[in-house]
């Protein structure tokens, strides 16, 4: 248990779907991490949020909406997906962005048919 | 941030130390290494991390070498529950641009046996 938590843990969707993922961290940290991990390829960085605000959007599509309403909570909105999104979507959190340690969670197994 | 090489899988006996490489030869001045583990269907986990001087904590130890090109993850008694996916990154740290930046690459995957 790493403070971190992630619902849906597993999510099935069609392409036509709209559907949120979401992250909450109980650690009081201010800096929250959207990363993606596909099947035998990195974990890539998507969205960086400190203290509510996006500080990174690593060129992802816009069919990925992130939503960070407080420091605690961090959404992630899917809409018109691909098949090739199916991948691990894993949440993180840190205090402040200069730190040594992120936190992350378990992660949302995403299945886009 | 500087790439890393890692062997793509290693093996280790329960009760082992386990010692996992990693190569930086390009790393800069400013640039950490960090080490972090990922086992089957968690999030990574942070294990240690170092500039150039040799650090051990609850977890691990970490060697690197003088000229920094090179380092060595250790865990001195592996368990079963050390089978994992290990990172090596090298991060720029403080007033870097990469401040919360993880480039995580493919990592070594450590089968610890009975």
């Known amino acids: 248990e790493t403070g971190v938590t992630q619902t849906p843990r597993h999510l099935v969707m069609g392409m036509t779907n709209k559907k949120s993922l979401k992250c909450e961290q109980h650690?009081?940290?201010?800096?929250m991490y959207w990363y993606k991990q596909s099947a035998k390829k990195p974990l890539e960085l998507m969205f960086v949020?400190?203290?509510?605000?996006?500080?990174e959007n690593n060129s992802v599509p816009s069919r990925f909406s992130p939503e960070c309403p407080n420091s605690s909570h961090l959404f992630l909105h899917l809409h018109t997906l691909q098949p090739e999104d199916s991948a691990l979507y894993l949440c993180?959190?840190?205090?402040?962005?200069?730190?040594?340690?992120?936190?992350f969670g378990p992660g949302t197994r995403l299945t886009v048919l | 941030d500087a790439k890393t090489t890692q062997p793509t899988s290693m093996d280790c006996a329960e009760g082992r130390a386990a010692n996992l490489p990693c190569n930086h030869s390009?790393?800069?001045?400013?640039?950490?290494v960090y080490w972090y583990r990922q086992i089957h269907s968690q999030g990574p986990q942070y294990i240690i991390h170092?500039?150039?001087n040799n650090e051990t904590n609850e977890m691990a130890s970490l060697i690197i070498t003088e000229d920094r090109k090179s380092s060595t993850l250790i865990l001195p008694h592996a368990t079963l529950r050390d089978t994992a996916v290990y990172y090596c990154?090298?991060?720029?740290?403080?007033?870097?641009?990469?401040?919360?930046?993880?480039?995580f690459g493919q990592g070594t995957i450590l089968t610890v046996h009975p």
């Open positions: 650690l009081g940290h201010n800096a």
């Open positions: 990154i090298v991060r720029e740290h403080a007033g870097g641009t990469s401040y919360g930046k993880l480039t």
């Open positions: 390009t790393i800069s001045g400013n640039e950490y």
């Open positions: 993180a959190s840190s205090q402040g962005l200069v730190v040594n340690e992120q936190f």
């Open positions: 949020y400190n203290f509510k605000e996006q500080t």
């Open positions: 170092g500039l150039k």
